[in-house]
């Protein structure tokens, strides 16, 4: 299932009235670990050290947040063409933020997006922007004052569609308070 090279496979033509987003069921965790397994090569080959090390989401991962009602796909088709989990919050990782702080608005109800990945044969398409805001969409619906979010301080494609959606970076956080695992969170209010 590993792809020799993540960055130049076969990329599929998108148009909009052909994708949806909905949730994830059972049928889609082989699709999804592979879409995940090929985020993880990808975040490698960039240097980054998020998810390696057998410490990205896996099979059992995806199945919780199936089972949570967490789990979302991007469709393009009735091809699986993206991953994420849009969880409410609190999450503990946000507890602590350095460099910053989280401002507050409304009732402080939020959401986070987790574990957002692109099938290789869809990227360069604006997918993950349109599943972002697809995921906005859903959160603003479900009646949250904000959405969270964080990824790995080098992971620059990753920050290049949070902060396209306005997303306003909220300072630094460390998964499981491991300062050798820092992310730049971010915030949006809805």
Not at 6 to 25: I, Y
Not at 41 to 68: K, Y
Not at 75 to 81: E, F, K, T
């Amino acid at each position: 299932m590993p792809n020799a090279d993540v960055r130049n496979s076969k990329q599929v033509e998108v148009r909009l009235a052909d994708c949806d987003m909905r949730p994830a069921m059972v049928d889609d965790v082989p699709a999804i670990v592979a879409i995940l397994e090929t985020g993880r090569e990808l975040m490698a080959a960039d240097g980054i050290p998020q998810w390696q090390n057998d410490t990205g989401p896996g099979a059992e991962t995806v199945a919780a947040d199936i089972l949570q009602g967490w789990g979302r796909v991007f469709v393009v088709g009735d091809q699986v063409a993206a991953t994420a989990a849009l969880i409410p919050g609190p999450d503990s990782n946000y507890a602590i933020v350095e460099d910053g702080g989280w401002k507050v608005a409304g009732d402080g109800s939020y959401a986070t997006i987790h574990r957002v990945a692109v099938s290789p044969a869809f990227r360069g398409n604006h997918i993950a922007h349109r599943f972002y805001q697809r995921l906005i969409e859903e959160a603003r619906a479900r009646g949250f004052s904000e959405i969270r979010v964080d990824t790995h301080e080098r992971n620059a494609r990753m920050r290049h569609v949070i902060e396209g959606c306005g997303f306003k970076r909220a300072g630094m956080i460390f998964i499981d308070g491991d300062r050798d695992a820092p992310r730049f969170a971010y915030q949006l209010f809805l």
